[in-house]
T-cell receptor
């Protein structure tokens, strides 16, 4: 069974600085997708960024980028120029591309605090 | 329309009540999901519907009964719940395996 681990329960960053959130996962599959979701206090889960395992190039979405290390099974999220609105819970998630379940497996989450 | 709409946003119910949660999307997504989320925890999968058919039930107690009347609508019928069922219930949809989910804003359920 696949597992996703986020070892940082909470992180803090100064506004305008850069922060990196860690995520590792365990799988025996070779084809899968990885995601970072943001959940602000408004509670809606928002997709931040997506990475396809067969693509070597790291995904980037504006101030958000990932460092995907397939051999190490690591998928960290870098937030540049942090803004107050980035404060939220961040969940790393895994989804198999080899079965039809569409099941999304979440890590335990990292709470990001942004200091003004 | 790029949203998943959940109603109601808040629900308080007694242990003998019957209530329903509603989820609607008009993005043409063919997979829809119910997740349960306790405070400060990640969402836990409850049910997956694919092409309007139940494809996954994660051993959820029978007091939770899902229904997918059509490709745009997903319901969760609640009956004889326990206080420990109090949680945020999230609905989501996806086009397929490639895409991430689109989540609704959830229903905050309190069982008294």
């Amino acid at each position: 069974a696949q597992t996703v681990t986020q070892s940082q329960p909470e992180m803090s960053v100064q506004e305008a600085e850069t922060v990196t959130l860690s995520c590792t996962y365990d799988t025996s599959e070779s084809d899968y997708y990885l995601f970072w979701y943001k959940q602000p206090p408004s509670r809606q889960m928002i997709l931040v960024i997506r990475q396809e395992a067969y693509k070597q190039q790291n995904a980037t979405e504006n101030r958000f980028s990932v460092n995907f290390q397939k051999a190490a099974k690591s998928f960290s999220l870098k937030i540049s120029d942090s803004q107050l609105g980035d404060a939220a819970m961040y969940f790393c998630a895994y989804r198999s591309a080899e079965d039809s379940s569409y099941k999304l497996i979440f890590g335990s989450g990292t709470r990001l605090l942004v200091r003004p | 329309d790029t949203e998943v709409t959940q109603t109601p946003k808040h629900l308080v119910m007694g242990m003998t009540n019957k209530k329903s949660l509603k989820c609607e999307q008009h993005m043409g997504h063919r997979a829809m999901y119910w997740y349960k989320q306790k405070a400060k925890k990640p969402p836990e999968l409850m049910f997956v519907y694919s092409y309007e058919k139940l494809s996954i039930n994660e051993s959820v107690p029978s007091r939770f009964s899902p229904e997918c009347p059509n490709s745009s609508l997903l319901n969760l019928h609640l009956h004889a719940l326990q206080p420990e069922d109090s949680a945020l219930y999230l609905c989501a949809s996806s086009r397929g395996t490639v895409d991430g989910y689109t989540f609704g804003s959830g229903t905050r359920l309190t069982v008294v």
